[in-house]
């Protein structure tokens, strides 16, 4: 009713003109109030959609809440310095304060007693409310990329990567309230870091923190789902005048459940076995031991033979291979130089037809600049001043050509470098494949790796995928007869039976 709504707004005001008579619980009753009404305001600003940045969502769910809890502070600190000013205990006070009708006890407690309980269940609510829209603020992927500078590079790849719709969430923090407190007390660390500027540039990985990969990457994946062989076709532009095409195409044997033990790419993960390993150092690059532990409790055993014994058990991690372990760039993925290249020219994002464009590309790219900003630019400038300069006529009837190629080659500076982060190329290798020699698979798979008996572990090409060919003018070369009057004859040969006893049926 309209009396009981009056008299409850009377009983407010009562009670904060008695806890407002020290300046301290005036503060904190203003505090209080105007953090409560902006973020109220600002809270329906972001649901009409006109505010959505990251910056105005710390302000919402994490400034104005320190303020308004600061201002509640304030106000009991204020009562307690009116107490000691006064020279009154509690109750004197209260009797001073307070009309006697207010104080008095009642069946349901005094009106004191009333407004307290109220106020506090309202407190309640509303921090319960902040805190649930704070957490979903902070699940959003443009949270996780934008509220801080130093995670540019990571939100830019995140964003060209095949899970730029998965939320960050999902793989960096897992399900359950454990990993949630897990991860907030973690981010917690990771700003006073780069409040201090105590962080690494670039920041160091792996993460270490990561959930296990059979908790967050088979939510989707999973070994029984994968299946027989997979073409891929890369396409290497030479770096002569024409940029000549040449292809490599490989059938990558993706494993299944019902492929045979020891078979295909994921039989590293898969259920009836794992892959045990203790790595030099963090970066789980360089190995000391490797063990396959089989079902029915056999064990096989792979040492380095050229490892040190130098170094102290506390140099070496002990881990359990999962997707990880190879899949180690599945979203921030940060590219070679020439294979971007190469694949814009695939994709004619940069026109062919210009005369050693692959040539131009590497050594635009190759340049190092000190900002960002001043790369991007540098690089449009550098690819149009050599043809400029070199094939003016050409500059002129292929201006548009030169300019599109020089805006595919800035954006692969754009998508891959970050001079603030100290990230250049290379600063994040990929351990899928064997691009480096000093990581993906031949960490493991190489002459020195041998059990007792002096073996080492399989390192054959054909291990893992059949090669249709290999920096040839065709994408199936080794697939026709081969010729017996070329070089390659043999390896030809090889190649094909190979492919054809890997693929029965075909």
Known sequence: SLSSRADMITKFKIFI???????????????????????????LLRI???????????VTYMTLPAFFVFGLLLIPLGWWRLKKDSGLDNAELMKREFDPDFIKAKSLGSNLTMTITVLTFINIIFFGTISARMLHFMDKPVFCGTACHVMEPEWTTYQ????????CVSCHVGEGVGALIDSKINGLYQVLSV????????????????????????KCHWPEKF???????ITHFQNDSINSPKYTTLALKVGAAESKPGSGIHWHISRGHEVIYKSLGDKRESMAWAEVHYANGEIRRFENINFSDEATDDDFE??????????????????KMENAIDLRMAQELIPNQLPYIKNVAMASLSNGYPDKAQGIEAVKKYVNSVYRRDYPQLAIAHAADIDKAAEAISSIYQRNIFPAMEIGWDAYKSHIGHQYDDAGCFRCHNEDMQDGEGNPINYDCTLCHSILAWDEDAPFAYVNEPDSAKANFAMHSYLKAEFIKSTPGI
């Not at 409040?195 to 088979?218: D, F, G, M, W």
């Open 17 to 43: 003109q008695a806890v407002s008579r020290h300046w301290l619980g005036k503060s904190g009753v203003v505090i209080t109030n105007a953090a409560f009404f902006t973020l109220i305001f600002l809270e």
């Open 48 to 58: 009409l959609g006109i505010l959505s940045n990251s910056y105005s969502g710390l």
């Open 160 to 167: 060209a990567s095949p899970h730029a719709h998965v939320a």
């Open 195 to 218: 409040s201090l500027n105590l962080y690494e540039k670039p920041i160091p990985t792996p993460v270490h923190q990561l959930r296990p990969a059979r908790e967050t990457c088979e």
């Open 227 to 233: 299946y027989g062989m997979r073409l891929k076709t």
């Open 318 to 335: 002990i881990r359990t291979m999962d997707c990880v372990d190879c899949h180690n760039r599945a979203t921030h993925i940060y590219e």
